[in-house]
């Protein structure tokens, strides 16, 4: 059962546009039911992300696959850990996250474009960790 999280005031998948925070009623679309949003789920339930426009912090119940931003209503697409891939700037030096398996990624601090390759392309979070994968999954093909 998928909730809204208030905490940060983003709105997850599912929900209606004209859905209005605490009326404690159930908002439906396409045949799915949200409980009411005064339902909240554990802490360690919750994960977090950054608006991918706004930069604002989201935070939304573990599963869930688009996240809304109540700042600017981007919708942003959640990534799980094997499908985020690192790569430092090659401008600025910071680390930058991406959707795994893509050409390049730009640097939200100074806007340089990174080329994603063999030469500085990470290992998914989810590896560095310990989750081993099946190889073909974080290798070239």
Do not use: W
Request: with cysteine.
């Amino acid at each position: 059962m998928e909730t809204e999280a208030e905490t940060t005031g983003s709105r997850q998948e599912g929900l209606s546009p004209n859905h209005s925070a605490g009326n404690g009623k159930d908002a439906r679309r396409d045949g799915e039911t949200v409980a009411p949003t005064t339902t909240l789920k554990q802490p360690s339930e919750m994960a977090q992300m950054v608006c991918g426009s706004c930069r604002r912090l989201l935070s939304y119940p573990q599963g869930t696959r688009h996240v809304e931003c109540s700042c600017c209503q981007t919708v942003n697409f959640v990534l799980e850990a094997h499908q985020v891939g690192q790569v430092k700037c090659g401008s600025c030096a910071v680390l930058l996250m991406y959707p795994y398996g893509a050409p390049s990624v730009r640097c939200s601090s100074c806007r340089f474009v990174t080329e994603i390759g063999v030469h500085n392309r990470r290992l998914p979070l989810s590896v560095q960790q310990g989750h081993q994968l099946p190889l073909h999954s974080y290798t070239d093909n």
